[in-house]
């Protein structure tokens, strides 16, 4: 800067004395020259200024001064350079210049380019691949970026954090820094749910917008029959979510039986409002099955698809748990008699005790007779056979003895005893699904069941009465069990009095209570969450871990050109029945099944998560926002296209050069100079 004094010098050298001349009325020429001589020196005031700043800003200039990058990191410090690559399956939405995956695998490319060859680079994707925690050269970063593809899995935004913070505990003396490339889904990137991040990282969000279009997703599908039966009629309910602000009518549907169309339908959206369809069909053989339905919906399409797993059965098996103090009492064969009167369709089985958990699942209903002293085990048993899904059916003994043990495996609070009095039946729910079309016609004159005592207990929160007696009491009740659960179904009085046996309500009763004893288990499975399905087996089946016998999953109606995919599971024995796990083997969504020897024994769907079909994503100024509101240090969003992430990192990381800028301001000030050597004494024309 000393040569400034140049400038300053040459101005000096330059300055002239006037002489003076004798000139006739100088009055008046005085007033001009005091006037020249300001107008003069001001001008050549502004000359010297205007050379000094031309070289100040070119010295400056030379400098090669640099703008502070953010923290304060030096240039010549080594990075160590953390990259997501948001691979979840929202990103096949569109954006302005093609797939989101595209956009971000080049803002990705752009991001590592920038950086020094001599930086550490951590690139991973939404998979969360084990070859993605270490360290990368540039190279071999840029090349994992150019393979990377979508995939099924979308892991929630803490569980990037902490995927981010590994490779840097091992990246001693390098500055930590995070980049998240994603579209800033909100249902993954939930802020409320998580800690916030380290702040010793610098962490930065690149988002990738989608064009605002809607998005149509099939939600679920279910069976409103009990069960599926062979050669039977069903009804396939499915329920498709949308986002679409107007109505549109008549989108296609279509259901596929073991890769079989099956049936075609259409349905409508209404803004706002779920849509709910039924695809009608006929069950085929008895076994396992695998059904697909499918809509068309552009650009997003991985949530179109919805598989389902289900078994058609040849008839309904039930076992009847009788006291083996009372081995001929009337009231037991009766109950058997009324099972067995609906055969083949109903198996029934009776025995004093009941067998093992894997066999005692494979039953859809347990009737538990008269039971007056049952063991903790065995009541044990009868709550985790209704947690997996099966009813029961409880007849209280005629003391109401047992019901002082059964009643709390259930949940339920134990009866007080009888209430000892005779009365009859007042009212049945005809229009409840357990007796719903038992007659063609609800008959006007009913002769109700009588009884002589009834039950004294206060009522379970789940608890719907089917039959009540005339003192307000139930005569009959169903419970209903929590989602995956099965019911159960409480008989307020005995069979041993009262006319209930002979009465015409007492067989379709037990049969339908046999009927809708378990629900048609739909087998799906969340893709990345589940890795392991229960198959309740038969004593015929209990040896499966044999050395002879082989297990395998493999996926169902692949396309042409499509790789198969057959894994062998991890098959353990577990309480509720042999346990077949995958593990993270299965990456595609699809349907599967699980085969013993080569023998398809249970077939299952393996769907997506259904909060990634929410496309809604975070703007920048509500990320910011809500940063805010938590209290969070501020992660920057840099939402410039591609190509200029370069100049951000310049300018953020390694810091911005301010060079051109002073040749700029040379520039300027050397114009202002050549402007007022010329053009001064025009101003003042």
């Known amino acids: 800067m000393l040569a400034l004094a140049i400038p300053i010098a040459l101005h000096l050298l330059q300055l002239r004395r006037y002489r003076r001349v004798a000139f006739s009325n100088v009055s008046f020429l005085k007033d001009v020259q005091k006037e020249t001589q ?56 569109a954006g302005e210049t093609g797939p989101l995956i595209q956009e971000a695998k080049q803002k990705a490319t752009a991001l590592v380019e920038a950086f020094a060859e001599t930086d550490k680079f951590h690139v991973f994707t939404s998979e969360f691949e084990g070859q993605d925690q270490r360290f990368l050269t540039q190279t071999e970063a840029l090349e994992r970026i150019a393979a990377a593809q979508l995939y099924h899995h979308a892991p929630s935004l803490e569980a990037v954090v902490q995927r981010s913070m590994d490779p840097f505990r091992r990246a001693e003396g390098a500055s930590p820094r995070a980049f998240w490339i994603t579209d800033l889904q909100k249902s993954t990137h939930d802020l409320r749910t998580m800690n916030a991040p380290d702040t010793s990282v610098a962490w930065h969000v690149l ?41 549109v009518d008549g989108l296609p549907l279509t259901l596929k039986v073991d890769g079989v169309t099956e049936a075609l339908g259409s349905f409508n959206l209404v803004p706002g409002l779920p849509t709910d369809t039924v695809l009608r069909f006929t069950h085929g053989q008895a076994g396992p099955h695998v059904l697909t339905v499918e809509l068309e919906d552009a650009p997003v399409r991985f949530d179109d698809i919805h598989h389902l797993g289900y078994d058609v059965q040849t008839g309904i098996d039930v076992f009847h748990w009788t006291d083996a103090g009372m081995p001929f009492r009337k009231a037991t064969q009766l109950v058997e008699q009324a099972f067995e009167s609906a055969r083949p369709m109903v198996e ?20 538990t007779d008269g039971i007056s002293s049952p063991s903790p085990g065995a009541c044990a048993l009868i709550q985790q056979f209704v947690e997996g899904g099966g009813s029961v059916f409880v007849i209280p003994d005629s003391a109401a003895q047992g019901l002082d043990a059964l009643y709390p495996a259930l949940s339920l609070s134990a009866p007080k005893g009888w209430i000892q009095e005779e009365g009859q039946v007042s009212e049945v729910r005809w229009t409840h699904p357990l007796y719903r079309g038992v007659f063609r016609a609800v008959p006007s004159r009913v002769d109700w069941p ?9 009522p379970h929160a789940n608890e719907e009465v089917l039959i009540e007696a005339n003192n307000g009491t139930a005569y009959l009740s169903q419970v209903r069990g929590t989602s995956g659960a099965g019911h159960v179904y409480l008989l307020g009085t005995n069979l041993e009095t009262g006319n209930l046996t002979r009465h015409s309500l007492f067989v379709p009763t037990l049969l339908r209570a046999a009927e809708s004893a378990r629900q048609t288990e739909g087998r799906r499975y969340l893709l990345g969450r589940d890795q392991a399905m229960t198959l309740a087996l038969q004593d015929a089946s209990a040896a499966s871990r044999e050395t002879d016998v082989a297990w395998s999953v493999v996926q169902l109606h ?51 998560s259904a909060s990634e079909s929410q496309l809604t994503c975070w703007l920048p100024e509500e990320w910011t926002q809500e940063l805010v509101s938590l209290g969070w240090e501020d992660i920057p969003v840099w939402t410039q296209p591609a190509d200029q992430v370069a100049r951000m990192v310049e300018q953020h990381i390694a810091g911005e050069r301010l060079a051109w800028y002073f040749f700029l301001a040379a520039i300027v000030a050397l114009a202002l100079e050549t402007l007022l050597l010329k053009r001064w004494n025009n101003l003042f024309s």
């Open 38 to 93: 300001s107008r003069h020196r001001l001008r050549n005031l502004l000359i010297l200024l205007a050379r000094l700043l031309a070289f100040a800003a070119l010295i400056l200039a030379f400098a090669d001064p640099m703008r502070a990058p953010e923290g304060g990191a030096n240039k010549a410090s080594r990075q160590a350079v953390s990259v997501y690559l948001d691979t979840s399956p929202s990103m096949m939405a």
């Open 207 to 247: 988002p990738v917008t989608a064009n605002d279009v809607p998005n149509v997703w099939i939600d679920s599908i279910w069976f409103d029959a009990p069960l599926a039966l062979a050669d039977q009629p069903a009804a396939l309910q499915i329920r498709i979510q949308h986002d679409a602000r107007e109505g």
């Open 348 to 367: 029934v089985t009776r025995g004093t005790s009941l067998p093992s958990p894997q066999v005692l699942a494979a039953y859809d209903l347990v009737v």
């Open 450 to 458: 009588e009884y002589d005592r009834i039950l004294d207990r206060a």
């Open 558 to 608: 692949t396309t042409a050109g499509q790789p198969e995919v057959k894994v062998v599971p991890e098959v353990r024995t577990t309480p509720d029945g042999l346990r077949l796990g995958w593990g993270t083997a299965l990456t595609q969504p699809g349907a599967y099944a699980a085969q013993k020897n080569g023998t398809t024994v249970a077939a299952f769907g393996l769907n997506p």
